[in-house]
DNA sequence: AGTTAGCACTCGAGACAACAGAGTGCTAAC
DNA sequence: GTTAGCACTCTGTTGTCTCGAGTGCTAACT
């Protein structure tokens, strides 16, 4: 098996037409919309062979050739150009930075329309991982004499925040003294560096305090616990409609279904850890109902680190050489946005 | 026209049957399967004084009858019976008290859920109008030398928070005091009665701040003013598949467009003043999209103050008797979960 | 050896007729 | 006022046919 010049080329055509129109391409589309300076019946026994070899497949026998998963594979990693998107993303962005945004949740929400609206799929975009981001104030505020509520800034000023019942009233002043000796032990420090052996240090060290110390470390620990998987946006849910491939009703709303589980898709999304944009075609999905789509995703930085995870979902037929494009310009770009909603 | 007690039997079982059934409902079959002692040709005369009077519609000339809006509107404001779900609901209540929750979007999200999944249509959920609810707490945490965060806690505990830009820097003390003076002038009061008059007031009795307070004041008034659209929590979109009448792709696409557009469902769920339940079917409503949809809404309370609303979206043939009984149910008894995240 | 023209073959989509079934409206009898 | 009977209408389904797109193969060409 060796791919030349030419099979390369018609692959190639065959992948463009066929994510352009979604019909089966046969030889004499390729011969004549594309200059290849041979006749259709030369293209056929190139397309014999790429079928052999598992690029393409004939639905049927009269019918012309699709790309196959690993066609699109390589496709993908090989035979793809890139679009460039600066001065149109650019466009975009300011119209986001325009609108008065200054919730991160706003902003996520923003950033998924803005991801579906462009591509024409499905987006998804995870919120940033608290736990990797860096703690800038905690304050405990008095309710009632029962309770306390704690709230938690950290990097880019996303805010959580908690009601704790406590067993001992505590007033005003020692609540105010223990903010002050909390932020200073803790500030700066990531989420997930405030574990349970740090927390049990600090349980001693402020001896004073004792019980109420306690219960509001103990707080913490389960606010932190409790938002540990990350909020996610879903965009252009049903983008997927337009596509002829979720004609049949049945895969569409079990496609839905896979999307309205959000614990999954959060899992689905956490594992882009790597840098970079990471494509995901038809069978390799690990979940049932996707192994019809692809998915395209890309992390997204606070401060160089690796918060989130921005994503869009289509069929395998997609424009990936779109979407990585965009993908890749919100991603790198993201960052500058949060910054901007952390200054006010 | 007069609408005697065998016709309102029929018309009764007609709707009832195309609501289980979703198929034209016939003469033949009416005498069949409901016991009104009489022939189909009896049935039959009868339907087509109902048709003359606009209660069925007959969608060809050789197809059973199906209700018209005028017959839904009839059957719910007159002959409906409803279902009693005390004990069903109180089960599913519990279960979503047994997770713990306590965010109030989580449980707003949690509450879509469950009403979407129990009725098999598409739920909507406001969440409370924070204009509405009173003011418990307000913080400012400083978080450099020229950004604080303002914190605004409500009634159920609701937190909102904004970041403020200051000309002129203040200090961790100043800004206590500030808080101090804050609360203790405006705890108590709703969001809505913190208005710019009330504000310019404050801003003269506190002359020693000056500026300071100013800029606070300012930011407290936009951050108000952001707020004013509540969140809208949709659950069960794609509920709507499921339904005959949206087996027309191309309508189901209009709908979901609709749906996507949570300011135009805000100000469609915004309308439920009226306390209690309202139903409206088909043709009644405004939006284009759903007039082949019929939508059920109640508002829910916190402290005897109406301050949200739930609802679902349905096809018009939709099980009226269970939709009003379920929303009765939790709009009569969501204040209770909203009390009980309060409480942590 | 690689390329091309020609042709028989296959399969799916669409058009069309025939048919069965459900339901009605009307009439005449009870 | 009610009912049985019957002719009529309309829809959805099934089967048949045709058309067109596309292929694979063979034989001829460069």
Redesign the interface.
Known sequence: MYLDERKIKILKAIIKDYILTGEPVGSRTISKKYELGVSSATIRNEMSDLEDWGFIIQPHTSAGRIPSDKGYRLYVDKLMEYETIEDKGLKLFERILEQ?I??IDELMKEVAKLLSSFTNYTSMVSSPHIKKTKL??L?L???DTR?V?L?I?TDA?I?T?????MDIPADYDTL?VLSNMLNESLKGLTIEEINLPLIQKLKVKMGIYGEIVSSILDAIDHTIQ?KDTPEIYL????NI??FPEF?D?VK??QL??TL?EKELLASLLAKVTTDGIKVTIGEENEIDEMKHCSIVTASYDIDGKTVGTIGVIGPTRMEYSKAVSVLSYISKNLDKLLRK????
Chains 1, 2 share one sequence.
């Open positions: 008065k200054n919730q800038k104030h304050q505020i008095p309710l309770s509520m709230i800034v000023n805010v925040n908690n009601v704790i019942r105010n409790m965009s252009g849910t049903m409609l337009n004609e009703l569409a709303k839905f279904h309205e909603i952390a200054d006010g």
